[in-house]
């Protein structure tokens, strides 16, 4: 298949490993998640247009902390919003081309970091059909969440890798800055977005025309194929 895309710094080295985000990235779980946090908001006294543009790629405690500052028992909304979300699967689903392209990577050399707990991060991906990878980076393994550094930093790490040494795939702003602060090229996965993204990074809407050539080393070079 030959390659189609312009060339993009991105696409000039290989990697150690891949590091996926989950929400917005690997799956679509946008329907479900305005749902739950719009109810949230309405429960709260919150005014939802506000508060949902800023959930995005961050942990739910965080978003209560922000935008709930005198709540009583932070933990006790996040815990209501997890469970919520638990239970509303409705329309998550896999992105374009995820599931042949997650295949394509041998299992020591891809993570999901995500900002979601265990518990909904194993949901969602049974719902999309996902497997599960050896090495899941969740909400609770984490003292600072995304835009902190510390989720992809601690990916890496566990993979045996260093962050600059890998590539991180988000879709969301405070994800993003996270890749970028941990010192790692990113992929911006602009599926869910409903607006033009303006970003220096590699920007592709799905995984449909992406494709994995390995290197020497067990190393992973990205490639944008013809479909």
């Given at each position: 298949?030959?390659?189609i895309?312009?060339?993009?710094?991105?696409?000039?080295?290989?990697?150690?490993?891949?590091?996926?985000?989950?929400?917005?990235?690997?799956?679509?779980?946008?329907?479900?998640?305005?749902?739950?946090?719009?109810?949230?908001c309405?429960?709260?006294?919150?005014d939802?247009?506000?508060?949902i543009?800023?959930?995005?790629?961050?942990?739910?405690?965080?978003?209560?902390?922000?935008?709930?500052?005198?709540?009583?028992?932070?933990?006790?909304?996040?815990?209501?919003?997890?469970?919520?979300?638990?239970?509303?699967?409705?329309?998550?689903?896999?992105?374009?081309?995820?599931?042949?392209?997650?295949?394509?990577?041998?299992?020591?050399?891809?993570a999901?970091?995500?900002?979601?707990?265990?518990?909904?991060?194993?949901?969602?991906?049974?719902?999309?059909?996902?497997?599960?990878?050896?090495?899941?980076?969740?909400?609770?393994?984490?003292?600072?969440?995304?835009p902190a550094?510390d989720?992809?930093l601690?990916?890496?790490?566990?993979?045996?890798f260093?962050?600059?040494?890998?590539?991180?795939?988000?879709?969301?702003?405070?994800?993003?800055?996270?890749?970028?602060?941990?010192?790692?090229?990113?992929?911006?996965?602009?599926?869910?977005?409903d607006?033009?993204?303006?970003?220096?990074?590699?920007?592709?809407?799905?995984?449909?025309?992406?494709?994995?050539?390995?290197?020497?080393?067990?190393?992973?070079?990205?490639?944008?194929?013809?479909?």
């Amino acid at each position: 298949m030959p390659d189609i895309a312009p060339q993009h710094p991105t696409l000039d080295r290989a990697y150690d490993a891949f590091l996926f985000d989950m929400d917005g990235t690997l799956i679509n779980s946008i329907p479900a998640t305005l749902r739950i946090w719009t109810a949230w908001c309405q429960k709260m006294g919150l005014d939802a247009e506000s508060v949902i543009p800023h959930i995005h790629g961050v942990r739910a405690i965080d978003t209560v902390k922000r935008f709930a500052p005198t709540c009583a028992d932070p933990e006790k909304e996040a815990a209501w919003l997890n469970a919520a979300e638990i239970a509303d699967l409705d329309g998550v689903t896999a992105l374009p081309g995820v599931l042949r392209f997650l295949n394509s990577l041998p299992p020591t050399r891809w993570a999901i970091v995500t900002s979601a707990s265990e518990a909904l991060a194993l949901a969602r991906l049974d719902a999309a059909g996902i497997a599960v990878p050896p090495v899941l980076v969740t909400a609770e393994q984490i003292q600072h969440g995304k835009p902190a550094p510390d989720p992809y930093l601690h990916g890496a790490r566990r993979l045996g890798f260093t962050a600059p040494n890998c590539l991180v795939w988000e879709d969301a702003p405070a994800g993003v800055r996270s890749g970028e602060a941990a010192g790692s090229n990113v992929v911006v996965i602009t599926a869910t977005h409903d607006h033009p993204v303006n970003t220096p990074h590699l920007a592709v809407p799905d995984y449909a025309n992406l494709a994995i050539q390995s290197e020497p080393g067990g190393m992973l070079r990205l490639r944008v194929v013809a479909g």
